[in-house]
């Protein structure tokens, strides 16, 4: 194990913190880049790198991944044995409105990220994928051993082609990179843009909650407990090329090429009206539902088959939609002091 230190991007986010804590206990260094853009509400960010910041492992780096000279230098710095790449730009219904954030950032942030890990010796290379990437895919549960190639919003294709742009770069430079299809995360610290965090607010507010698709979603909500358990597990699972691949019969999951794909979810589709339910027997009050028709972009259902993470480093979530959303209203009541 090397005391160089691990590159978090992405580190005031929801994720990025969690996985740079985790990092920080188990005794490694962490450099944590972040741009502290607005796209939610940068307050919540500082809090979470005050917290990281009071580690003297932590160093934080405040750059936009769409800085290319900037990303350069960092790099040719530090050379970073590892790289877990988190920061993006979040949210399917966001990329109906700014699609050019998305291009910045998931396409010209992670070409820099790329190059950096090329010219700089980077040794595995983890970044975030989503289960927006399986788009109009009907067949549950979601397997990295199927097809990817109907994303149904910018945001679901951009996460398809930093996929696609890994697997070029680890073909072309023997460069071992881990692809992590999220699912759903929630938890404290969470995002104030997504559902769990909606719902919260709205319902301690006495304001309708907005349900999709007339309520009739499933989601694999997943506990950031569990995102990060999977996330640290892999860090030191180098992916190898697969011997068995076959040019022929590609599986779209692995590679000739030091390439990885897996999801990380809690393997278990849960209904949206009963999370609500959930969550109105956590807070203490009933919700008012507002039922609305199906989004642009959104999908009916996502469900992880977590099978290859499970055989590949024995992951298995272990958070229950109950237990989660307690964990997370404990810290929203806490940190909103409500």
Known sequence: MTDQ?????????????HVSQRLLQAGRTVVGLDNLND????????????????DPRFRFERLDLADQAGMTALFACEKFPVVVHLAAQAGVRYSLQNPQAYISSNFQGFANVLEGCRHHGCGHLLYASSSSVY???TKLPFSVHDNVDHPVSLYAASKKSNELMAHAYSHLFRIPM???????????????????????????EGRPIKLFNQGNMRRDFTYVDDIVEGIVRLIDRVPQPDPAWNGAAPDPSASSAPWRVYNIGNNKSE??????????????RKALKELLPMEPGDVPATFADVDDLTRDVGFRPSTSIQDGVSKFVRWYRDYHRV
Not at 271 to 284: D, I, T, Y
């Open 178 to 204: 881990t692809g992590l299809r999220f699912f759903t995360v929630y938890g404290p610290w969470g995002r104030p843009d997504m559902a769990m965090y909606l719902f919260t607010k709205a319902i301690l």
């Open 135 to 137: 788009g109009a895919n």
């Open 39 to 54: 796209y939610y509400d940068p307050a919540l960010k500082q809090a979470r790198l005050d917290i990281l910041g009071n």
């Open 5 to 17: 230190a691990i590159l978090v991007t992405g580190a005031a986010g929801f994720i990025g913190f």
């Open 271 to 284: 209904e949206l009206m009963h999370v609500v339910a959930v969550l109105e027997q956590a807070l203490g």
